[in-house]
């Protein structure tokens, strides 16, 4: 199956601070999403990003397919950015959806 | 507000027991899908549905079933609970092929 990478594991900032999360896949994807685990364990959707470049707000993801990767820019923390970042791709190479495959997430923590 | 519920939120069984586990989305998505999160795994996929009368089995499907006889429910029955099926549980479902997977808010359940 695919493998999916995320980088730093653990990632420990103040307040303010801006930060780039990697994710890493082995093969190509037709749908990259990032999630924001909060600490009362709901997923959120950050971003749907099979290729390109989205912002919202503080955030923004960059995918460039074709090396395989992804990135999630945050800037200016905030101590309610704390939680699990996951990156999850979908493979499809059964020619339909087949359900997202997870990275083990970036554990970060803002410090006010 | 479309949204995707789960029930119960919280569960305690016994060992051997027969569970099921509810997920209902009002969105009219064709594609659902469960998945279990254990710490030091991330998230799994358990098993998913294209559409009405249609499962398939994901990475960890042994032990579990699912059924869809409506656009709005997929159902997760573990037939005879394990102690290694505590988990939580999370429901998923999207519009089509490789589009956003929004999820519910989990379901935590404890096998003794």
């Known amino acids: 199956g695919i493998q999916v990478e995320q980088s730093p594991p653990d990632l420990i900032l103040q307040e303010g601070a801006n930060s780039t999360l990697r994710c890493n896949f082995s093969d190509s994807v037709n749908n990259l999403q990032w999630f924001h685990q909060n600490p009362w364990g709901q997923l959120i959707n950050l971003f749907y990003i099979p290729s390109g470049t989205k912002q919202n707000g503080r955030l923004s993801a960059t995918t460039v397919a074709t090396e395989r990767y992804s990135l999630l820019y945050i800037s200016s923390s905030q101590t309610t950015d704390s939680g699990v970042y996951f990156c999850a791709v979908e493979w499809g190479k059964g020619g339909g959806a087949d359900g997202l495959t997870f990275g083990k997430g970036t554990h970060l923590i803002i410090q006010p | 507000d479309a949204e995707i519920t789960q029930s119960p939120r919280h569960k305690i069984t016994e060992t051997g027991r027969q569970v099921t586990l509810a997920c209902h989305q009002t969105w009219n998505h064709n594609n659902m899908f469960w998945y279990r999160q254990d710490l030091g795994h991330g998230l799994r996929l358990i098993h998913y549905s294209y559409g009405v009368h249609d499962t398939n089995k994901g990475e960890v499907s042994d032990g579990y079933s699912v059924s869809r006889s409506n656009t709005e429910d997929l159902p997760l029955t573990l037939e005879s609970a394990a102690s290694s099926q505590t988990s939580v549980y999370f429901c998923?479902?999207?519009?089509?092929?490789?589009?956003?997977?929004?999820f519910g808010p989990g379901t935590r359940l404890t096998v003794l």
């Open positions: 998923a479902s999207s519009p089509g092929d490789f589009g956003t997977q929004y």
